[in-house]
Each structure stands twice: as C-alpha cells, then as structure tokens.
C-alpha cells in the first residue's frame, strides 16, 4: 500500500513559478514510476507529466512541455513539478499518481489546487 500527500498548491499570477510536491509513504518507491495529473474544473482528468522509478525516463503533455519539470528524490520518497510560466489555462487540482508500470496508475493522492489569475 502506498499513500501519496500532495502540498504547495496555491494561487499565483500568470507568469509566476509554483512548485507543489507528494510525499510517499512506504519503501518502496523507487518501484514506482510517478505521475502528475490535473483535472480543471467541468473538465475530465488529464496527464501532465510522468517519472520512472530511477528517474532517468521522462514525459511531458505537450501543453505544459518545456514549462513543467518532473522531478523526484526518492531518499525523500518525493516526487515534485516545477510549474514555470503559468498560464490561467494551468487552474486545476494536481493530483499525484504512483503505478507499478509506466503509464499504469495503481494509487492517488487527493490533489492540491493550483490557481492561475490573469
């Protein structure tokens, strides 16, 4: 069982940096590949980007590529996303996601919200 605490959500202005960041519990992250997703209000969840377990393999939606940086300490057993450049279209609850296999999802954390005005 693996439990995921998301943090540093806020509101900011477009243009500005966020960093937010999910703790998990466990020891065994390093097996996860790690994942973020966002879900915008009246709007069906969606990927934004997604880390291997060692870290060395990478992913990007093509909305937030070279903006977003995934990255992730598992001595911390954390993984985070550097949001560069926010756009308003970025409102959304992020949530946090942990799979056994790249591209699958066997937990979620229960979000924290980013909020972009313009």
């Known amino acids: 069982q693996v439990q995921l605490v998301e943090s540093g959500g806020a509101l900011v202005q477009a243009g500005d940096s966020l960093k937010v960041s999910c703790a998990a519990s466990?020891?065994?992250?390093?097996?996860?590949?790690m994942a973020w997703y966002r879900q915008a209000p009246e709007k069906e969840r969606e990927f934004v980007a997604i880390?291997?377990?060692?870290?060395?393999?990478?992913n990007y939606s093509d909305s937030v590529k070279g903006r977003f940086t995934i990255s992730r300490d598992n001595a911390k057993n954390t993984v985070y996303l550097q949001m560069n450049s926010l756009k308003p279209e970025d409102t959304a609850v992020y949530y946090c996601?942990?799979?056994?296999?790249?591209?699958?999802?066997?937990?979620w954390g229960k979000g924290t919200r980013v909020t972009v005005s313009s």
């Open positions: 996601a942990a799979g056994a296999r790249l591209g699958s999802v066997d937990y």
């Open positions: 466990g020891r065994t992250f390093t097996r996860y590949a």
């Open positions: 880390i291997s377990g060692s870290g060395g393999l990478k």
